[in-house]
């Protein structure tokens, strides 16, 4: 309420104030010029990154098989670099699995993970927040996911 009445105030004081008022210019704006703007800056920018990546430095970094499902299924729980210590993580009970602890990974094999990806938590005597993504991730990816989860503890 206290903002709907004060906000033709402000416009009112603002045009006051200020040398250039936008209460009566109705021919500035232009949706079509804003797109234009737009994808011209999106071009520029898709070129720039063409550019670095041509040249080999630090931009045309391979992407590791696993690396994006994880990044796309994974990281809301347990982190971009596998610690789940984001403020989600640290708020869900049990904590979502630290990825990068060398003594969990040392204790499990790779058909468990796996499974564990799959099949959820339950499935393995764990929690169900752990959910299973074998309706969303293949086989095949679950087994990049895997090696991805294995590279986040080396
Ligand atoms: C909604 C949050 C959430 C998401 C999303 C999630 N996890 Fe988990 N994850 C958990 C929790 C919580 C645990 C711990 C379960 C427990 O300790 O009972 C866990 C445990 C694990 C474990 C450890 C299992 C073990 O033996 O201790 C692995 C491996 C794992 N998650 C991998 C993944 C992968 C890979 C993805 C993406 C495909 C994923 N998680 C997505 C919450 C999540």
């Given at each position: 309420?206290?903002?709907?009445?004060?906000?033709?105030?402000?416009?009112?004081?603002?045009?006051?104030?200020?040398?250039?008022?936008?209460?009566n210019?109705?021919?500035?704006?232009?949706?079509?010029?804003?797109?234009?703007?737009?994808?011209?800056?999106?071009?520029?920018?898709?070129?720039?990154?063409?550019?670095?990546?041509?040249g080999?430095?630090?931009?045309?970094?391979?992407?590791?098989?696993g690396?994006?499902?994880?990044?796309?299924?994974?990281?809301?729980?347990?982190?971009?670099d596998?610690?789940?210590?984001?403020?989600?993580?640290?708020?869900?009970?049990?904590?979502?699995?630290?990825?990068?602890?060398?003594a969990?990974q040392?204790?499990?094999?790779?058909?468990?993970?796996?499974?564990?990806?799959?099949?959820?938590?339950?499935?393995?005597?764990?929690?169900?927040?752990?959910?299973?993504?074998?309706?969303?991730?293949?086989?095949?990816?679950?087994?990049?996911?895997?090696?991805?989860?294995?590279?986040?503890?080396?």
């Amino acid at each position: 309420m206290r903002n709907a009445i004060l906000a033709p105030v402000t416009l009112a004081v603002s045009c006051l104030l200020a040398t250039s008022c936008d209460w009566n210019s109705k021919d500035d704006y232009s949706p079509k010029k804003g797109y234009q703007q737009f994808t011209k800056e999106q071009e520029e920018a898709k070129a720039a990154a063409a550019k670095a990546g041509a040249g080999g430095g630090a931009a045309a970094v391979a992407v590791v098989p696993g690396k994006q499902t994880y990044e796309t299924f994974c990281v809301a729980c347990h982190g971009v670099d596998g610690k789940a210590d984001g403020p989600g993580a640290v708020a869900m009970n049990p904590r979502p699995r630290n990825l990068t602890d060398k003594a969990w990974q040392g204790k499990v094999d790779d058909a468990h993970i796996a499974k564990v990806i799959k099949e959820g938590g339950a499935a393995v005597g764990l929690s169900a927040t752990m959910a299973p993504w074998g309706a969303a991730i293949n086989d095949e990816e679950i087994k990049n996911v895997v090696a991805y989860v294995r590279q986040l503890g080396k």
